[in-house]
Nanobody
């Protein structure tokens, strides 16, 4: 599985931004009915869970810090997931990584080690 994240940038506090992650290889919607999600890592910090979504899209999970502001979605026809972010805060500044948990279909886990494929990351910077 190859994951390509895009959409990062420099925005001001309160702005919105949408990240995309295109999956290829063992594509979603066929045999690859796995969980896809987003993590982020700020300078000097550990990588942390942001949000994930199951293949069907029926189950999503969010970190408490982004609930109500971030929305994860997926388009299996395009093999792509999205992270819509609104009301951005300076503390949302980080490199955002998309990740795939190819070992599960229905359940969402939030630990870094639960995800076995990772994209290259896209930088999101929120200025105050």
């Amino acid at each position: 599985v190859q994951l390509q994240a895009s959409g990062g940038g420099l925005v001001q506090a309160g702005d919105s931004l949408t990240l995309s992650c295109a999956a290829s290889g063992r594509t979603i919607g066929t045999s690859g009915r796995y969980v896809l999600g987003w993590f982020r890592q700020a300078p000097g910090e550990e990588r942390e869970f942001v949000a994930s979504i199951t293949w069907s899209g029926d189950n999503t999970r969010y970190a408490d810090s982004v609930k109500g502001r971030f929305t994860i979605s997926r388009d299996n026809a395009k093999n792509t997931i999205y992270l819509q972010m609104i009301s951005l805060k300076p503390e949302d500044t980080a490199v955002y990584y998309c990740a795939a948990d190819t070992r599960r279909i229905l359940n969402i886990y939030t630990r870094v080690r639960d995800y076995d494929y990772w994209g290259q990351g896209t930088q999101v910077t929120v200025s105050s």
